[in-house]
């Protein structure tokens, strides 16, 4: 059964540090991950997607990268600003298109000004 | 486009009510889901459907019934509502033939009493 595990629970930043926050997974046959930013009592927003043949993606001050082999990926954020204090999700399809998400549990970034 | 819209956005049930939540979805995606949410814990699938007459269990199915009868709508059905259904639940969409990104809605927030 695929699980996807999130390190840190939580991460308090002083504005304009570089952070990286991880998510590993059990079963490295998925068909892609999904970074998501989550504002309290609000909805989900995607952030990235990476393709399990894609390496990382960027956009922005965002870069997330895939290690398929060793059931990893990572989300670094460069020059954090208050405004990027939420919540984190990481989710993988399961190896097979159209599938569910199969979530982790969070990291919550503060970033403190 | 409007993208994925829940109604309501919030809800207080009592025990032993039912009710039905909708969701919609305007950019003609085949794949709908229901997720639910609880606190500290990533999303798990409750049902889904891969096109319009075609539904399926996922995670967390009991208490809960779904139908689809067009594209667009993918309605979520309580009966008996339970303190354990006290959650939020969240609508999601994505279409065949691309990358499988999932669409979130803004969510409903129910609660049991």
């Known amino acids: 059964k695929q699980e996807v595990t999130q390190i840190p629970a939580a991460l308090s930043v002083p504005e304009g540090e570089n952070l990286v926050l991880n998510c590993s997974f059990t079963?490295?046959?998925?068909?892609?991950l999904q970074w998501f930013r989550q504002d309290p009592g609000k909805g989900l927003t995607s952030l990235l997607l990476?393709?399990?043949?894609?390496r990382e993606q960027t956009s922005g001050r965002l870069n997330a990268s895939l290690d398929k082999s060793s059931g990893r990926s990572t989300l670094y954020i460069a020059a954090s600003q208050p405004g990027d204090s939420a919540t984190y999700l990481c989710?993988?399809?399961?190896?097979?298109?159209?599938?569910?998400?199969?979530f982790g549990k969070g990291t919550t970034l503060s970033v403190s000004s | 486009n409007a993208g994925v819209t829940q109604t309501p956005k919030f809800r207080i049930l009592k025990i032993g009510q039912s009710m039905t939540l909708q969701c919609t979805q305007d950019?003609?995606?085949?794949?709908m889901y229901w997720y639910r949410q609880d606190p500290g814990m990533g999303l798990k699938l409750i049902y889904y459907?891969?096109?319009?007459?075609?539904?399926d269990k996922g995670e967390v199915p009991n208490g809960y019934n779904v139908s689809r009868s067009t594209t667009e709508d993918f309605p979520l059905r309580l009966e008996l509502a339970a303190p354990s259904q006290t959650s939020v639940y969240f609508c999601?969409?994505?279409?065949?033939?691309?990358?499988?990104?999932?669409?979130f809605g803004p969510g409903t927030r129910l609660t049991v009493t």
């Open positions: 950019m003609n995606h085949n794949y």
């Open positions: 459907s891969v096109g319009a007459g075609i539904t």
């Open positions: 079963d490295s046959a998925i068909y892609n």
């Open positions: 990476i393709q399990s043949s894609q």
């Open positions: 989710a993988v399809h399961k190896n097979q298109a159209g599938t569910a998400l199969i």
């Open positions: 999601a969409s994505t279409r065949t033939g691309g990358s499988y990104e999932q669409y």
